[in-house]
């Protein structure tokens, strides 16, 4: 079975400041690990992916994730916020291809002036 | 990128009414459909897996006869939330898969909040 731990429901920044939200899975097998960004009354988009390779894998809107296996991690960064990542942010984990995504429980990032 | 639809956005219905989701896939063909359910606060429940041209697989604890998922083709897969009560009131979501091996991805839809009274 796989799992998806999200450390922090709320994580807040100022602008400009570096943002670090946590993600750490398990799974049975090597991992497909993704983040999503939601914005208030709006589906999910894919932010960033790792299925196999490089272990940092670059997204859209600057951010960007390391692959740890030793740590079972996928933490996500941006080296500067802006008001507009302010959003609901969830990690997803699948066993391959997509069998089935299962989610963490999101972490909200508020962005301050 | 690829680019899901919904329809509706919103819908009220009166308890014991039948509501229908569309979920439409506009510039790919999509095999496989996903529909969640996002409760306030919460994150993404799975609810069922979609094949065009077969019956849906449901997960554990989803009532098919009450979430009737119909995949007609390779771009439209419809949610009927048949008898629908106050607590079937939700955020439903669709996603739909494109690629192939490590190059699949789910693409969301924009979500259909449904308000049952």
């Known amino acids: 079975a796989q799992s998806v731990t999200q450390l922090g429901s709320h994580v807040s920044v100022s602008e400009g400041a570096l943002v670090l939200l946590r993600c750490n899975y398990s799974?049975?097998?090597?991992?497909?690990l993704f983040w999503y960004v939601q914005y208030p009354n709006q589906g999910l988009q894919l932010l960033l992916k790792y299925t196999t390779g490089a272990t940092l894998v670059k997204g859209i809107n600057g951010f960007e994730a390391e692959f740890k296996k030793s740590e079972t991690s996928f933490h996500l960064t941006k080296p500067s916020a802006h008001m507009s990542d302010a959003a609901e942010y969830f990690c997803?984990?699948?066993?391959?291809?997509?069998?089935?995504?299962?989610f963490g429980k999101g972490t909200m990032l508020l962005v301050s002036p | 990128g690829a680019v899901v639809s919904q329809h509706p956005s919103w819908v009220i219905c009166k308890s014991g009414t039948s509501v229908k989701i569309e979920c439409r896939s506009l510039?790919?063909?999509?095999?496989?459909m996903f529909w969640y359910r996002q409760f306030p606060k919460q994150s993404l429940m799975l609810m069922a897996t979609s094949n065009e041209g077969s019956k849906a697989t449901y997960e554990q604890g989803v009532e098919k006869d009450k979430f009737l998922i119909n995949h007609a083709s390779l771009t439209l897969s419809t949610l009927t939330v048949t008898s629908a009560h106050p607590e079937d009131s939700s955020f439903y979501i669709c996603?739909?898969?494109?690629?192939?091996?490590?190059?699949?991805?789910?693409?969301f839809g924009p979500g259909t909040r449904l308000l049952v009274l």
């Open positions: 997803a984990v699948s066993e391959g291809g997509y069998s089935t995504l299962t």
């Open positions: 799974s049975s097998v090597p991992p497909y």
């Open positions: 996603s739909a898969s494109f690629g192939t091996d490590s190059q699949e991805t789910q693409y």
């Open positions: 510039d790919f063909q999509a095999t496989t």
